[in-house]
Every structure is written in C-alpha cells, then in structure tokens.
C-alpha cells in the first residue's frame, strides 16, 4: 500500500525539487519552519483542545483557551521559526497576537459551540483511491461535525491573510478529496459541506461537490499520483512561494544567498560570486548602451549615404560599408495568422522548399526522452554534443 498525504501532492506541483528534498531525500535544514505555519499549528491546537473538551461536557473559557495558546506558543518556540516579513517590521510578537484575535474572534463567534455535532478531530484515517486498493490517501480533517439537519461538515481552519474566492472554494482539491473519504467511511452521507473558517477575516466560506465530481477528482488524484511515481528529474521552480520555503539553504536558487548571509559585511565584497555578478551586470548595461549607440549611428550613417549618393562612408582606418533594402514579415509563432500562412505554403507546394528541421525543438525532445529509443539512437547520430551556457541577469 502506498500513502499519500494532500500537502505531499500539492508540494509536487509547487516544485519538484521541494518534493524531493522533502519526501525523497527527507532533508533537514536550519529552517524548521515559516512562522505562519507555526502560528497555523497554535491556532489549530487551541480549536482541538475546545472541541475536545466539549466532546468531555466541558466548555473552556476564552481566557483558558488564549492562556493554553500562549503557553503552547512559548514552549514551542525556537531559532530555527523563520520570519519571512521581519524586514517589514513583523515581529514573533505580532503574529502571536494574531492567533490571539483569531481564536477571541472565532469564540465570540460560534459561542456556546451548539451549531453542529463534533464526530471527530484532526481525523488520521486513509482511503484507497483505486480498485488495487494499491494507493490511499490521508483524509485529515481539523473538525468533522453533523448540522442538525443530519449533513456533514467538513471544517477547516485557515490562519493566511488572505482569502478564497467562492469560485476557488468550489474548484479546491483538499477538501473534495477529504469529502470522497467520507462518503465511502460513512455510506448514509448524503449531503457533505465543505466549510473554511478564514480565522484572519472572521467569516466562512461553504461549498459542495456532486457524486461526479468526486469521482472525477479520484480519477484526477490517482494520475497525479502516476506522474509522482513516474518523474525521475526534479527542478526547481521559482514562485512567489519560495520565501516560505525551509529548503531555501540547499535549493540552488538561494544557496549562494544563504551562504552570502552568513558572512561579514568585508568578506560579502571579496566573494568571488559577488564580484562576477556585479562585473557581468556592470558589462551587460555598458553593452546596452553601446548596442543602442551603434543603432544610432546606424541610422545616422543610412542618411549620410542616402543624402551624398554613396554605398561606402569612410573613415580614419576603416570603411563602413551602408546598405538599406526593403524587408517583408511574415506571421511569427504567436500570430493568430500563422497556421493559414503555413497551409498556404503547403497548398502552393513551396514547404519542401522553404521547411527547415526545428533543431531548438529537436534537441529539446531528445532530451526529454520522450522518444522510442531506436528513434532517439537514430537522431544522435547527427548531433554533435556541446553546451549552451544561459545566463540571465535578474533583480534580487
Ligand atoms: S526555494 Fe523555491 S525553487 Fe527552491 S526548493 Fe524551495 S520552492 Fe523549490
């Protein structure tokens, strides 16, 4: 049987090299984790230990509940909490004044807590997605309740600041997955509400998926899977998300950053990747400007041509010799009006003519080793090994 966690999915998506640090090479850095995640983790005890306690007819006062926060908050705490926003401003302190007013909010809100059943809390259970019963996925749900109109509650605690859109609720993967665990756990869930308590915004967003839907999703699930299974190159991909990422100290994206960090302020200046950075960055602008001054004088020397009568405009030891003609363009790649050029070209029998092998391309599929391997053995026979070094100056 192979298990598979949602969050295991969603990091593949993200970037596959996150996914092999984290679930194949199962490295640990310096950073443990974000401080939102921390303060998502207080948070979501806080909310267990209230329904727990009310499951036992016991009925915890705010103050119990923020007092029991802060007390997980302190002993949890340690170096290794990073704290993407800290040049903002943002302190350890604010977040945890955060979870504060998240869980004073919710209390307020939902007091006594009488609006549906708890059936269970921060649920451990899997299901198989397929008839092999050879893949099974983990269905953790923070609160599972019954409203009682007899419908089951799918609750989740959000801590982000920011929040879903119904048309992104309706389309989210996580819950839906967890609602096709329960229906095959629980055969008399007809109805099944999907709910997220955004605890920054005090509010709740709902939705539903048909029997379809969920079936759809299973299948969707399992192929993801497939493609897991299947990937054997894992690269990085930058996003918005890597600020939040732990493995930030051994992508190669960010090592050299992390490595720079770490050093004195003398020391940064005499690292040797510091310095090339800073020189090709320095050469790439004065080869700008000197490629915009050499179109100026392009244009300069037509019209000198042009108004004395002459192909060649001579220098102290040089000759430039200037020549202008007219140039026709047709549809590129991204012309809507491409694919009827290329019929017409056909149609008038001029492809074998005009058709060159896409060798970019070529090159590209041979590499992805996507071709039948006596295809591939075919094709190399005419290419010649060599390497493209790309270099792509960028803001920090
Ligand atoms: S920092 Fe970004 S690119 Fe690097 S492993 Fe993490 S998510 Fe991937």
């Keep these: 049987m192979k298990l598979y966690s949602y969050s ?38 806080a909310l267990d230990k209230l329904y727990r306690d009310l499951m036992f007819e016991k009925l915890d006062s705010l103050q119990e509940l923020l007092d029991f926060y802060n007390s997980e908050w302190e002993k949890n705490w340690n170096e290794g909490i990073l704290i993407v926003r800290a040049g903002k401003g943002y302190s350890q302190e604010n977040y945890r004044k955060m979870g504060e007013r998240f869980i004073s ?83 008399d869930a007809k109805k099944i509400s999907l709910v997220w308590h955004y605890l920054a915004f ?63 302020a003398e020391e940064y200046k005499d690292d040797n990747g510091v310095k090339l950075a800073n020189e090709y960055a320095e050469v790439s602008e004065n080869v700008k400007e000197l490629s915009e001054k050499a179109d100026e004088l392009k244009a300069r020397l037509k019209d000198f041509a042009a108004r004395n009568n002459v192909n060649i405009v001579y220098g102290s030891d040089v000759k430039v010799f200037v020549k202008s003609y007219p140039r026709l363009s047709f549809p590129k790649r991204e012309d809507e009006r491409r694919a009827d050029f290329i019929n017409t070209i056909k149609a008038l029998g001029l492809w074998d003519r005009l058709a060159e092998p896409n060798t970019f391309e070529l090159s590209k599929l041979i590499e992805s080793g996507k071709l039948h391997p006596e295809i591939q053995k075919m094709l190399e026979n005419y290419a010649e090994k060599g390497e493209t070094i790309y270099v792509r100056l960028m803001k920090k």
């Design 202 to 264: 005090d509010r709740e967003i709902h939705s539903e998926r048909t029997d379809e839907q969920l079936e759809d999703l299973r299948k969707d699930v399992l192929e993801l899977i497939h493609e897991v299974e299947a990937c054997r190159e894992f690269p990085p991909k930058m996003s918005a998300l890597c600020s939040w990422c732990e493995f930030r100290p051994v992508c190669p994206n960010f090592k050299h950053l992390y490595e720079l960090e770490k050093k004195p």
């Design 105 to 187: 909010d919710y209390y307020r809100h939902y007091h006594p807590f009488n609006q549906s059943r708890t059936i269970a809390l921060e649920t451990k259970e899997h299901i198989n997605l397929d008839d092999g019963k050879e893949y099974h996925i983990h269905i953790r749900i923070d609160r599972l309740s019954m409203s009682p109109e007899g419908a089951y509650e799918i609750h989740d605690y959000k801590t982000s600041s920011s929040i879903k859109t119904q048309e992104e609720a309706d389309c989210d993967r996580q819950l839906a997955i967890y609602a096709y665990g329960i229906k095959k756990m629980f055969p």
């Design 8 to 45: 295991r999915l969603e990091t593949f998506e993200q970037c596959h090299l996150k996914f092999k640090f984290a679930y194949i090479d199962k490295i640990e850095t310096e950073v443990e984790e974000s401080v939102e995640a921390f303060l998502g983790s207080r948070v979501h005890e």
